[in-house]
DNA sequence: ATCCGGTTAT
DNA sequence: ATAACCGGAT
């Protein structure tokens, strides 16, 4: 039996994470940071946050700039500027309360369908269906005996998926089975060893035949995404920067102008007079 | 050089 | 459906 197994090895094997002891405002937190970012580079910077931000309110009142910057070199700095939105939200159109209703949260900035998903299973002990990356890969190996899910999860994969939902501590299933999906059913060489359920695993039962999906490996070096961080990091380090000052953070003058006003337009930077920037302060 | 990850805009 | 969006670890 798939769930009494992966359940009862996640209650002897789960980590201590600080967000699977904090109330609703820390379990949203941690998803902002923890979508395409892992675990381990999101818990200092997760720390610092709540310590300074620990409620929607408080974060509510704090700049663009002050996010941004506490943000750090997590990535992806959109979700620092949602994630504030989010809180302003909740606290004037809210009253301060995380909606506990699926459908609401889809509403809220930053929130997709994963998040909304895992917030009501997370924060709220809810059912839901939650698909991330870690959950599908398991799935598809045991369930389905293939070594790695679709690009994005299929309307078939998802009523099949869902019918494995259990009625009592729905909410388990869905940190049980990520967290085996996390740490031990894992992209490369997975633990097989040590999995609770690999006398039940399709894959395994088939011998591991290897899925001959290509998954395109995004490059950094030179791209704009790399641009753009070094230009919101040196705006981090410094108040205010002349465009002069950002010409010799980047060697291709084109890619930085477009980058200039690619942040300028995500609400990322902000002009300050002529010619300089800062990160946007209100 | 490759790996790991959701949301949003088009 | 596809593209754009980050950066530390290995």
Request: aromatic share 8%; charged share 25%.
């Amino acid at each position: 039996m798939l769930e009494k197994e992966i359940i009862s090895w996640f209650k002897k094997n789960k980590r201590d994470l600080p967000w699977r002891k904090t109330d609703t405002w820390g379990v949203l937190v941690s998803e902002f940071m923890l979508q395409q970012t892992p675990v381990n580079r999101v818990l200092p910077v997760y720390i610092e946050w709540m310590k300074r931000w620990p409620t929607p309110a408080l974060l509510a009142k704090a700049t663009p700039a002050q996010v941004i910057t506490a943000w750090g070199r997590l990535g992806y700095p959109r979700r620092a500027l949602r994630l504030h939105e989010c809180a302003k939200v909740i606290t004037n159109e809210y009253k301060g309360v995380i909606p506990r209703d699926e459908s609401e949260l889809r509403k809220l900035p930053g929130i997709g369908e994963y998040t909304a998903a895992a917030m009501v299973a997370f924060a709220f002990s809810g059912r839901s269906l939650v698909l991330d990356i870690n959950i599908r890969r398991l799935f598809a190996r045991i369930i389905d005996g293939v070594e790695s899910p679709k690009l994005s999860a299929t309307k078939d994969e998802k009523s099949r998926y869902e019918e494995l939902i259990p009625k009592k501590d729905p909410h388990l299933w869905a940190a049980a089975t990520m967290e085996l999906g996390a740490l031990v059913c894992t992209s490369q060489s997975p633990k097989c060893g040590i999995c609770p359920v690999a006398h039940e695993c399709t894959w395994r039962s088939l011998d591991y035949p290897k899925s001959d999906l290509i998954k395109r490996t995004q490059s950094w070096h030179g791209t704009d995404r790399q641009c753009r961080g070094t230009v919101v990091q040196a705006l981090r380090e410094n108040d205010v920067l002349t465009k002069a000052q950002i010409s010799q953070l980047w060697d291709v003058p084109s890619q930085l102008e477009k980058a200039l006003l690619t942040l300028l337009d995500d609400g990322l930077i902000e002009s300050r007079g002529k010619n300089k920037y800062s990160l946007p302060r209100n």
